[in-house]
């Protein structure tokens, strides 16, 4: 029986050997390694033999099953690699050849400006806060002194959610600014507290060269004792100095928000005409990039906070205005195009 094996084996690596596809390979494998192969009949009988004959007729038996199987396997690899590069070739493609390198994507430059600018309050000890676009009336606008019939209502054209309460009124609206979320701040955190808040902002407007219906601002807040318009100044100052550069000439002057007393706003030169006057600063050689000032006493005194104790200061920017400054883009829409040359420039 031993030599039978034998001979199975050095047949069946025979026929192995002559093999060139997967299909005939299968047939190989039921032949030799199958449930009714020779080898499972030999392994099956070993029951009846007489003791002596049973171990030596196993171990060979099993020796030549291993021997097959592996054999089995090595083909299958080969073939299987042969079957690859047929079917590349078929198709036309070289598979010898360095694949395409994935296009890596990159942050939008807007997403860029609003982390930087968050780094740069970051390091001067302010932490960032995020809240919702969908907001209320009241701390859009009321809570910030701005009632119905107000007219800074105006200057912020509102896209209120349709949503009626039962007195009929509509209380909710796609937020115009960040400063939204400076009462929300307030009534949540206690003071000393100093936070950046950027996100999204919505108003009904047209889009031109410098404005989008859809666009982003960064607003922020510090409120603890004895903080003065100095500490304002320094900050606004310290800002514009890191994000513009040393020698950009910068003007703070009075302005009014209702939400703060005394009011002031923060131009830089133009980087466009260098001063000299041009489309994108309206011939003035300024562009204004935030309101400012000290937080209005009524305001701290809605989020429960004593105004003879604690005061504040507060400003507000729009960034999609600050890469077209710095890069010279003389029209925002682009950032927002999606083509693709412009956008990955940055
Ligand atoms: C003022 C004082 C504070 O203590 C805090 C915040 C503020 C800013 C105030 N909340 C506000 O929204 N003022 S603003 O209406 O003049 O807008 C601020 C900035 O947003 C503008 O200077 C401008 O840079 C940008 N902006 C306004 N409308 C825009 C726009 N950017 C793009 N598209 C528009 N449609």
């Known amino acids: 029986m031993l030599q039978e094996l034998e001979e199975l084996k050095l047949n069946a690596l025979r026929e192995l050997d002559a093999i060139n596809n997967l299909k005939e390979l299968e047939s190989w494998r039921v032949r030799y ?6 080898l499972t009949r030999v392994l099956r009988s070993l029951a009846t033999l007489p003791l002596a004959e049973r171990k030596a007729v196993g171990a060979g038996a099993n020796e030549v099953k291993a021997k097959l199987e592996d054999s089995l396997e090595q083909k299958e690899q080969v073939l299987r690699g042969v079957q690859l590069a047929a079917s590349a070739e078929e198709g036309g493609i070289d598979i010898t050849l360095p694949g395409h390198p994935f296009p890596t994507g990159r942050l939008h430059p807007i997403t860029q400006t609003i982390y930087e600018i968050c780094d740069i309050f970051t ?7 995020e809240g919702p676009e969908v907001e209320w009336d009241y701390y859009n606008f009321e ?3 701005i009632p119905e019939e107000h ?13 009626e309460t039962d007195s009929g009124e509509r209380p909710m609206l796609l937020r115009t600014h960040t400063t939204s979320m400076q009462l929300r701040v307030m009534e949540k955190m206690p003071p000393p507290l100093r936070v950046v808040i950027p996100g999204r902002v919505y108003r009904y407007e047209a889009s031109d060269a410098t404005h989008t219906p859809m666009f982003h601002q960064i607003d922020g807040l510090a409120v603890g004792k004895g903080i003065t318009m100095a500490d304002l100044k320094g900050t606004l100052y310290e800002f514009a100095r890191r994000f513009f550069g040393e020698d950009r000439k910068v003007r703070f002057r009075c302005d009014y928000f209702p939400f703060v007393e005394p009011g ?3 131009a830089i030169e133009c980087s466009v005409c260098g001063g000299k006057g041009c489309r994108l600063c309206g011939n003035t050689g300024w562009i204004e990039i935030l309101g ?4 209005h006493p009524q305001v701290l005194q809605r989020a429960g906070l004593d105004p003879e104790v604690y005061s504040g200061f507060a400003f507000g920017m729009g960034i999609d205005r600050m890469p077209m400054l710095r890069y010279g883009i003389d029209d925002i829409r682009l950032f927002y195009s999606s083509d693709l040359r412009f956008l990955r420039q940055f």
């Open 33 to 38: 390694l199958g449930r009714k192969s020779e």
């Open 123 to 129: 390091s001067m000890g302010f932490q960032v806060v």
């Open 143 to 145: 809570a910030l002194n």
């Open 151 to 163: 007219p800074a209502r105006d200057t912020m054209s509102t896209l209120w959610v349709d949503f």
């Open 264 to 266: 002031a706003e923060m």
């Open 292 to 295: 400012a000032g000290m937080t």
